[in-house]
């Protein structure tokens, strides 16, 4: 391996990108990295050695970062260059984000909404790593280390045996849920719904295999968010729910479920919201959405009644105890699954 030093500009990326298409498609670059700030320092920013794996990126599906695939495109296996790219990479704090993520296990799509790479970059007002907020506060050029360590068509065939995966894990799931193994069938689910968010995460935000794989982990999610109700884990599921009807508006389960968990922590306002969202989406389910709330109803007076019963130091200790029993009202009933 040699180090090869080049500088990367606007228009040589304009130039270039097209003619690597034509000649690359559909195949994987594995590489490790080191991004650095141009500064005296030459301070790290990134380093994908550190996170234990190396990254990769497929060539012909409209990475975030065209410069990245022109780059490696241009080196041979083995090789370790190093590139000084001018502020054009300023979409670089999002793939830096998800690649992050990924290497932690967790969403790479945490946070994005149904847009473009840059509109995403405006949603955000933090990626959660002060140095990525620095680079979209004010961009800059950066220094990329790369040594490309293998380039194949393979990886296709294991993103398809990854969606092969994914029916698997959720036939598990189902099959634990009716053994009342919710802890273990939400972790089926969450391996599923990883799964096919780190193969949405390559695709292009809009194009028909994104929204399809998007389609797919919906109801993966909202049988997620049903064990954790199971397990009164209710925080989690208004976590969950939220981001989940941020992608999908029309989510009329999703709108359910998260009413359930607000009701349970006696978020009644928010409870209402939803439980009306639910009837105004499916008016079939009117009759359903009136129970519910009349149970809010009912719950709520018991509560002031009982609060007028309780003075002195022990009260709020006392409403504690009505907001749980409330709650036991209003999940230990039988009710039609929305």
Not at 45 to 70: C, H, N, Q, Y
Not at 121 to 144: A, C, K, V
């Amino acid at each position: 391996p040699y180090i090869v030093f080049c500088n990367v500009s606007m228009s040589d990326i304009q130039n270039k990108v097209k003619k690597e298409r034509r000649k690359h498609t559909l195949y994987t670059l594995v590489f490790h990295f080191q991004t650095l700030l141009d500064n005296f320092e030459r301070t790290v920013i990134d380093d994908s050695r550190l996170a234990g794996r190396p990254a990769e990126i497929f060539v012909g599906k409209m990475f975030k970062m065209e410069v990245w695939e022109t780059l490696l495109a241009s080196m041979r296996i083995g090789e370790v260059a190093e590139f000084w790219c001018d502020a054009v990479v300023s979409l670089y704090p999002i793939v830096s984000k998800g690649m992050r993520l990924i290497a932690q296990g967790k969403d790479p799509l945490e946070g994005q909404r149904h847009m473009c790479g840059m509109g995403n970059m405006f949603n955000y007002h933090s990626t959660g790593f002060p140095e990525l907020d620095e680079l979209m506060r004010t961009p800059q050029p950066l220094i990329f280390i790369m040594e490309l360590l293998q380039v194949s068509t393979s990886q296709w065939q294991n993103t398809d045996e990854k969606l092969q995966e994914v029916p698997i894990l959720h036939m598990q799931g189902n099959t634990l849920v009716r053994q009342r193994q919710f802890r273990k069938a939400a972790s089926k689910y969450k391996e599923a719904i990883l799964l096919l968010k780190t193969v949405q995460s390559r695709e292009m935000p809009g194009d028909i295999d994104y929204i399809n794989l998007g389609r797919m982990i919906i109801p993966l999610e909202l049988n997620y968010c049903q064990c954790m109700l199971e397990l009164e884990e209710y925080y989690e599921v208004i976590e969950h729910t939220t981001e989940l009807l941020e992608k999908h508006k029309d989510c009329v389960k999703g709108y359910y479920k998260r009413a359930k968990a607000h009701a349970a922590v006696w978020n009644e306002k928010e409870a209402r919201r939803d439980f009306n969202m639910v009837a105004h989406l499916d008016i079939t389910l009117a009759s359903l959405v009136s129970r519910e709330l009349k149970t809010l109803s009912d719950v709520r007076t018991i509560v002031k009644q009982q609060q007028s019963y309780t003075r002195g130091q022990s009260v709020n200790n006392h409403i504690v105890y009505l907001f749980q029993s409330a709650s036991d009202i209003l999940f230990k009933k039988k009710h039609n699954q929305c």
